[in-house]
């Protein structure tokens, strides 16, 4: 992909104002679902591969770089851009730096939709847990406090 590619840029000839740019883009963010949008990609195409809708070498060449950036992301060294707008337009461009154009082929068969909300459902399957660990520690706190507290007094209110 070409840097700078934008997915609704065919009718304009002059580009944006960086202020607009910036405005618009959603990096800034979605960057924290950057492992989901690579485990996803991972997974499709997988199936792409064993499926034949593309070769089986096509599907390895992918794979491979998907897996690189994967390994550079967990160890901080991938660096995202505004002006590839998203998560998936950034994964795109650094796959393609990578690999060359076969990246293009990762889009097969499956729509922007669908990978946001791969992402989306991967990233708070995720966070769930975290979620769900810190609301136990609260509730152990709550129960904590109570056990000790049994016989503090504390006047009751209906109103205010």
């Known amino acids: 992909m070409a840097e700078n590619y934008k997915l609704w840029g065919g009718r304009f000839e002059a580009s944006l104002e960086k202020w607009v ?6 990096i800034s963010f979605d960057q924290k679902m950057a492992e989901q949008d690579l485990t996803g990609s991972l997974a499709h195409v997988t199936m792409l ?11 390895q060449q992918i794979k491979s770089g998907l897996e ?14 505004v ?22 082929k990762l889009h097969t068969a499956r729509s922007r939709n669908d990978q ?9 399957k ?14 152990q ?3 904590d406090l109570a056990e000790k507290h049994v016989e503090t007094l504390m006047p009751g209110y209906t109103h205010l």
């Not at 591969?49 to 599907?59: D, N, R």
């Not at 002006?83 to 293009?104: R, S, W």
């Open 83 to 104: 002006t590839n707008e998203d998560i998936h337009m950034n994964i795109e461009a650094l796959l393609t730096a990578k690999i060359g154009p076969v990246a293009g």
């Open 49 to 59: 591969g064993e499926t034949g809708i593309i070769s089986k070498v096509e599907a």
């Open 116 to 124: 946001v909300a791969t992402d989306m459902h991967l990233y708070l």
């Open 141 to 143: 706190v709550l129960v």
């Open 126 to 139: 995720m966070k769930l847990g975290e979620v769900l660990a810190k609301l136990s520690n609260l509730r």
């Open 21 to 26: 740019e910036e405005f618009g883009a959603s």
């Open 68 to 81: 690189d950036l994967l390994i550079d992301y967990k160890n901080g060294q991938l660096t995202f851009d």
